[in-house]
């Protein structure tokens, strides 16, 4: 969308937004409007628990454990539930992948559309009352409307994402997302309940002076990143983590700054997962003219082997993921 015409839709409200972009959108049209108020109705609902989160009792793990090994906090299920209800209404979407289940659901056959989805990441943040996030890829479906699904249509690589985004539930909850053309951001007005266009046409600064990093690990990092992040301090930057993904990767998107998640003792793989982390927030990055690796490999050519496989994650503004990619 030429800047001119994103700058007039200042205060669109999402679904406004979306139908005046739906001629980008590379498939049918009304599908991606359909799965995108899905994603934002359900976001909705868990925006309200997440905000009263302290007075009710759904604070506090509920004992078991999700397919990442964290102690399932109740928000957690909460938001896993309300997701996959929202989209399996919807009807657009054949299978889930979702960080909270073994294996992906089935939701309808007919579906044209796979989506991958972290309900609600950053969940040791919840009873801190520190921002958390929703993060989701939407993927064509490869075999035929109607036939079971394959492995094929689970295991997509990110080059193959129709659409990606996220929900901050942060100072104020945030709404951004891609389908290839762009990134556009949309806040929510409580007193509305709608999501209105706030941030559009968003841009990545391609450098930056904010290293995002857990210092805690940093025994156990490569010489190569050892070295990246001694260089960033010799360059007195700024060390800035949240330790929650969706914002430290949002606040880097605003200001400019890298997120890396390594390769550490404790997770020889990285911590962080290809499908319903990654893949997104690396088609978000590149498509507001940043970057996103796994130290070697663009993100997005990844071809995934499983569906909770966790990679090295660096991501953010160009220059410094391409900086910290060469030593
Ligand atoms: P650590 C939260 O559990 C999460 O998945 C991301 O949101 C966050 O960036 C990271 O893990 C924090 O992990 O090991 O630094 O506590």
């Known amino acids: 969308m030429e800047a001119s015409r994103i700058a007039q839709s200042i205060g669109f409200t999402l679904d406004r937004f979306i139908k005046n972009n739906q001629d980008q959108f590379q498939y049918a049209s009304g599908e991606l409007s359909q799965l995108l108020r899905d994603i934002a109705l359900a976001s909705k609902v868990v925006n309200r628990e997440v905000n009263k989160a302290g007075l009710i009792d759904i604070m506090g793990p509920l004992g078991s454990q999700n397919m990442a090994g964290d102690d399932q906090q109740k928000l957690d299920v909460l938001a896993d539930i309300r997701f996959t209800r929202a989209l399996k209404k919807g009807g657009e979407v054949c299978a889930l992948i979702s960080e909270e289940s073994e294996s992906y659901e089935d939701l309808n056959n007919n579906g044209k559309y796979v989506i991958a989805i972290d309900p609600l990441d950053g969940s040791s943040n919840i009873d801190v009352n520190v921002s958390i996030g929703t993060i989701f ?16 249509d689970i295991l997509q690589k990110g080059s193959e994402q129709v659409a990606a985004g996220y929900i901050l539930y942060g100072s104020s909850t945030m709404m951004v997302y891609t389908t290839g053309h762009g990134v556009n951001g949309f806040t929510f007005e409580q007193s509305l309940g709608e999501f ?14 904010i290293y995002s990093i857990n210092e805690g690990q940093s025994n156990s990092f490569s010489e190569s990143v050892k070295k990246y992040v001694q260089d960033c301090k010799d360059k007195k930057m700024t060390a800035r983590y949240i330790g929650s993904l969706v914002a430290d990767f949002h606040r880097n998107l605003l200001k400019g700054g890298i997120y890396i998640y390594p390769s550490t003792a404790k997770d020889p793989e990285g911590k962080l997962r290809l499908m319903y982390e990654c893949n997104a927030l690396a088609f978000i990055s590149e498509q507001a003219g940043g970057m996103a690796t796994d130290g070697k490999t663009r993100i997005l050519d990844i071809q995934p082997t499983a569906l909770h496989q966790r990679v090295p994650f660096f991501v953010g503004s160009k220059k410094m993921v391409e900086l910290a990619q060469s030593f």
């Open 137 to 152: 890829s939407i993927y064509r479906r490869i075999s035929k409307v109607g036939s079971p699904i394959q492995q094929e």
């Open 196 to 209: 209105f266009l706030s941030h559009p046409d968003m841009q990545m600064p391609d450098n930056g002076k």
